[in-house]
């Protein structure tokens, strides 16, 4: 059985799913919210065994699983009893239901071990996360080209930074992008979304003396820029010609739904390929959604890579199929 850790509305993961079906493989998905319910844990072999099950459904068990894929979302183990109404001290209901909760972290920390302790798993809980910081690190020790990055928190500094880049400077976010939707009755939805931006002059002398840690970049001149999934040492790549569309120069998210970017598949030289998959293992992740720009130097600039990013915007334009190819690799030890 495949287990696959994801979210109700993950269009992605159904996908998958339908080609699993087609595969006659058997699977289990849990979404978050789902009830992940522990029965008995035992330490038999090399790799403890769990018995649990899901929403109230029929017990499984850990050893009967042969893949599992991490691709959204998180487990929900639910506390077995309320102590509070056993306990009146409030200060004391207060630590034994933390005490609780570190006892409920403990056991989804073992879950996530032995569901991820397996060759033909796909992602992971624990390296879920787009740390940009780290990453940049990374791609550089790995040889890729990076931009100049500065973080920053101070007025003077910013403007030596801005000075010594006279084809300007971008400004992005340091962690995962803002987005919030706003609804009201009978209104269409507001929604506010945080864009890599170019800063111009007039923002650097509205800048206070002192602001919080801030991410700048060199504005890269780009030929295209490219999206490239990453699929166990394989990888499937899309070159986006963004920079023929003002709406989309700077930031290739700012669709044009009246006019989209011109997308085609991109074969990627070896050499970059090589050192690609150097920082996808320095990193700790067989697969993930990578971000380049081909610069008009002829460089192959990297910018980040996320670990749970979308692939169908790569997978139909290039026809692809990675929901196939996905659903291949889960099933290769069954």
């Not at 803002?178 to 931006?197: A, C, G, M």
């Not at 003396?209 to 001149?221: A, M, S």
Request: one cysteine or more.
């Amino acid at each position: 059985m495949i287990l696959i850790i994801s979210e109700a509305l993950e269009h992605s993961t159904t996908e998958v799913i339908n080609w699993l079906r087609f595969l006659k493989q058997k699977y289990l998905r849990i979404n978050a919210g789902d009830l992940v319910q522990i029965k008995e844990i035992r330490f038999n072999g090399i790799i403890p065994g769990v018995e649990f099950t899901v929403n109230g459904g029929d017990v499984m068990n850990t050893d009967d699983l042969t893949g599992y894929w991490y691709r959204r979302g998180a487990l929900t183990v639910p506390l077995a009893y309320d102590y509070r109404k056993y306990i009146k001290e409030r200060p004391l209901q207060n630590t034994v239901i933390e005490n609780i909760g570190n006892e409920i972290k403990t056991l989804k920390e073992l879950l996530y071990f032995i569901f991820e302790n397996r060759e033909n798993k796909l992602g992971g809980f624990y390296t879920k996360e787009n740390n940009k910081l780290m990453h940049l690190s990374m791609a550089k020790e790995s040889g890729i080209v990076i931009p100049e990055t500065l973080v920053c928190t101070a007025k003077k500094t910013l403007i030596d930074f801005y000075k010594k880049n006279p084809g300007g400077i971008i400004i992005k976010a340091i962690g995962n992008s803002f987005t919030h939707i706003s609804r009201k009755p009978n209104e269409l939805d507001t929604v506010f979304v945080s864009y890599t931006n170019v800063v111009t002059a007039a923002d650097v002398k509205d800048f206070p003396e002192n602001f919080p840690p801030t991410l700048l970049q060199n504005k890269i001149d780009k030929k295209f820029e490219l999206r490239v999934f990453y699929l166990k040492g394989k990888f499937f790549s899309m070159a986006i010609f963004s920079q023929n569309d003002e709406k989309t120069k700077v930031d290739f998210r700012r669709y044009n739904k009246e006019k989209q970017n011109y997308r085609v598949p991109f074969a990627l030289p070896a050499a970059l390929k090589r050192k690609l998959k150097r920082f996808m293992e320095k990193a700790q992740l067989d697969t993930g959604s990578i971000d380049l720009i081909y610069n008009t130097a002829g460089e192959f600039v990297f910018l980040e890579v996320n670990p749970v990013g979308q692939f169908g915007m790569v997978s139909y334009p290039c026809n692809y199929n990675l929901e196939k190819e996905i659903a291949i690799v889960l099933s290769n030890a069954v």
